[in-house]
């Protein structure tokens, strides 16, 4: 089964800046889509993005776009989410998640992925 494991989370400021990191157990490039997702309390999850196996597609939800950029480095097996312009109500705890998709031209942050990481808290506040 595959591992994830997020990092990269903290405290930041309104207006800050932070990346997060999922950090897979083998090789992903090529086989599977790798999506973020974000829970506050209190709320449903909540999917932000995704990157495509292949890596040549990705995909925003609304909240997010513009502010937040997704990218994927195969060489370490690693999906980052770049996030800036941070505002108190991205305050959540982060998952990313992989869905099986071969060669896929393309993602969705809508279909049930299968593996996922344990969370990163990220808290935006003065």
């Known amino acids: 089964q595959l591992q994830l494991v997020e990092s990269g989370g903290g405290l930041v400021q309104p207006g800050g800046s932070l990346r997060l990191a999922c950090a897979a157990s083998?090789?992903?490039?090529?086989?599977?889509?790798i999506g973020w997702f974000r829970q506050a309390p209190g709320k449903e999850r909540e999917g932000i993005s995704c990157?495509?196996?292949?890596?040549?597609?990705?995909r925003y939800a609304d909240s997010v776009k513009g502010r937040f950029s997704i990218s994927r480095d195969n060489a370490k097996n690693t999906v980052y989410l770049q996030m800036n312009s941070l505002k108190p109500e991205d305050t959540a705890v982060y998952y990313c998640?992989?869905?099986?998709?071969?060669?896929?031209?393309?993602?969705?942050?809508?279909?049930?992925?299968?593996?996922w990481g344990q969370g990163t808290q990220v808290t935006v506040s003065p």
């Open positions: 998640a992989a869905d099986w998709a071969p060669n896929a031209p393309l993602c969705v942050i809508t279909r049930p992925y299968l593996d």
């Open positions: 990157i495509s196996s292949r890596g040549d597609y990705a």
């Open positions: 083998e090789f992903i490039s090529d086989y599977y889509n």
